[in-house]
């Protein structure tokens, strides 16, 4: 169903979103594991970043890594298949893995990619369950790749939630990292279909992404021991990503990054990145001590660079739903040139879109 939307303008939103996952990545990449920025290293971004986005500056093009390489080929696979097509989506991991190994994968997901080449594919859903002592990976790479997918189901719901499941179980079956990845999804997909020019209510935003995860993280027989926060722990997460802001537009001391990374993280895990992106996003729409520039899509991802950590994940995230949202004109043209592959980003957005809107 093609949403009643402007289609000019939710193309831009497309391109926005993958746009964001690109750059995001391509500029958080290099604070990969770093300490929060000090106020000396954020005003060495702040300068590199008004380079970039300045005219006729030369420097290498910046690289991306696994979360914009896995989320190639997602959005490749979407458009070949017009749809999910696990047996395709997991060859074209594998595929792009072994052309291209020195991506910054995560450690575990290695040994998926070994197995399902291992077993010619005939098994997909087994190498995923078998990660950490048979848990599978709580990690954050189901989350760091799923924004073609909610792009693809645009507005409906309870196709985002089940692709989202279905893709991610390839790599990753821990509840946590499942769980990540449909938040992000819809967080994603709710942005795409809000209209940027009306004020975005954080507070509102926050409580419909409760209510979904609510039902999303039901209350589960053998955790029924455990208190609310780690029953629910993502909708324990966004309560808290409300309070944070809340708390920085009220109160002059606004929150200060150790408080917000003891309470919402910088990891690769999903459950200590997911929230922080949405983090960034939303408290970006205002005004940010130590990052000067109008542009609230670049402050999202400037802001998330800052927090040190899994910088290139969840600045990409934070770009991907800040790109939904915001749409590609947010995106500065010469800083694009200063990524790599960002036409091609580009034109599978268009790609994509043109899937979406033709398909049903
Ligand atoms: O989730 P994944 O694809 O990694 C994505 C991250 C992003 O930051 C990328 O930019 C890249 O740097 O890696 O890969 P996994 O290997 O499944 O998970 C990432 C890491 O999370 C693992 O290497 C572990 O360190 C950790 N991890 C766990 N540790 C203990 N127990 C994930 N699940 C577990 C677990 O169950
Ligand atoms: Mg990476
Ligand atoms: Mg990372």
Redesign the pocket.
């Known amino acids: 169903m093609i949403p009643k939307m402007d289609l000019s303008l939710l193309s831009k939103k497309f391109r926005g979103s993958m746009l964001g996952v690109l750059t995001g990545d391509c500029l958080g990449s290099p604070y ?1 594991n770093d300490e929060p920025l000090s106020t000396a290293s954020k005003v060495i971004l702040q300068k590199s970043f008004d380079k970039l986005e300045g005219p006729l500056f030369k420097a290498p093009v910046m690289q991306f ?3 914009s390489a896995m989320t190639k080929s997602v959005v490749e696979s979407l458009i070949e298949k017009r749809g999910l097509d696990l047996d395709d989506l997991s060859k074209k991991f594998v595929k792009r893995y072994y052309q291209e190994p020195n991506r ?6 290695v040994t998926v990619f070994q197995k399902l080449r291992g077993n010619k594919f005939s098994d997909l859903m087994t190498p995923a369950r078998e ?2 002592n048979g ?8 989350a ?1 790749r799923v924004a073609p997918i909610a792009l693809f189901c645009c507005n409906d719901y309870d196709q985002l939630v089940n692709m989202t499941k279905r893709a991610t179980k390839l ?2 079956t ?1 509840k946590f ?1 499942v769980n990540g990845a449909i938040l992000q999804a819809i967080a994603i997909q709710k942005s795409l279909m809000m209209d940027p020019k009306q004020a975005l209510n954080y507070a509102t935003f926050l409580e419909d992404l409760i209510n979904k995860m609510d039902v999303i993280e039901e209350n589960d027989e053998e955790f029924l021991e455990l208190s609310e926060s780690e029953i629910q722990p993502f909708k324990t997460q966004l309560r808290i990503i409300e309070r944070l802001i809340e708390k920085s537009l009220t109160n002059e001391n606004e929150p200060h990054t150790d408080e917000i990374l003891k309470l919402l993280g910088n990891n ?2 999903a459950l200590h990145s997911v929230p922080t992106a949405i983090f960034c996003f939303l408290r970006a729409q205002y005004p940010i001590a130590e990052i000067n520039t109008e542009n609230p899509m670049r402050r999202a991802i400037q802001y998330a660079i800052t927090l040190g950590g ?1 910088t ?2 969840i600045a990409s995230m934070a770009g991907a739903i800040a790109g939904a949202y915001y749409g590609e004109d947010n995106i500065n043209a010469q800083l694009l040139n200063h990524c790599e592959a960002a036409a091609e980003f580009k034109e599978l957005a268009n790609k994509l879109f043109d899937v979406v809107t033709t398909i049903k």
């Open positions: 990969e890594t696994d979360d910054g994968y995560g450690q575990g997901i990660q950490f848990q599978g990976s709580m990690g954050n790479g189901g760091m790599t990753h821990h990292g690769v895990t899994d290139d994940t």
